[in-house]
């Protein structure tokens, strides 16, 4: 299972490794945030998770706190500083037990958009990790979408849900 976790952050590696060093701060046509903003809110969600995975609840149930986020450090700003933490992550996950992957935790998140509303549900730790993933290849579909407008070209696959690729290949097989 890990090693999936580890091929979404390989693609986050190669993509920020095929960008020109201006197009990771640069605004496009077709969002709003520069890249650098969508890479640091992804790794932002790893991170989380990360955290409660290294560190003792001091009372009562760890908590994933989504709401934890590193706007304007220099993950945002510098391309390289990405590489490097997609590259921890990937160790980081290399190391997690089975148990460590089942241990049960508490998210947290803002659902609200007029006004904060910070919600609690259980979970656990692996299940978190497979948000981040989807929540990656969300954020690599967009991240695709920009990089073309700047000219660049990435694989096929770059953004593509593993469950649609899954229904593209069973059209390949089909009568």
């Not at 986050?12 to 020109?20: Q, V």
């Not at 921890?88 to 290399?94: A, E, G, N, R």
Request: hydrophobic share 40%; glycine share 6%; proline share 5%.
């Amino acid at each position: 299972m890990q090693t999936h976790y580890q091929a979404t952050l390989q693609q986050g590696i190669e993509f920020l490794l095929a960008l020109e060093p201006e197009q990771y701060t640069a605004i496009s046509e077709v969002a709003t945030s520069p890249i650098g903003g969508h890479i640091r809110h992804v790794l932002d969600h790893f991170f989380s998770v990360r955290h409660v995975a290294e560190s003792v609840p001091l009372s009562g149930m760890s908590v994933v706190d989504y709401e934890r986020r590193q706007r304007g450090s220099k993950l945002e700003n510098d391309c390289m500083a990405a590489v490097d933490a997609f590259r921890l992550l990937q160790h980081w996950i290399v190391t997690l037990a089975a148990d460590q992957l089942a241990q049960p935790v508490i998210v947290n998140a803002d659902v609200g958009i007029d006004s904060t509303n910070i919600v609690q549900v259980p979970s656990t730790l692996g299940r978190e990790l497979m948000f981040c993933c989807s929540h990656a290849i969300h954020h690599y579909a967009l991240l695709k979408s920009i990089f073309r407008s700047f000219g660049g070209e990435m694989p096929s696959t770059f953004g593509l849900a593993p469950s649609t690729a899954s229904y593209q290949r069973s059209l390949e097989c089909a009568p």
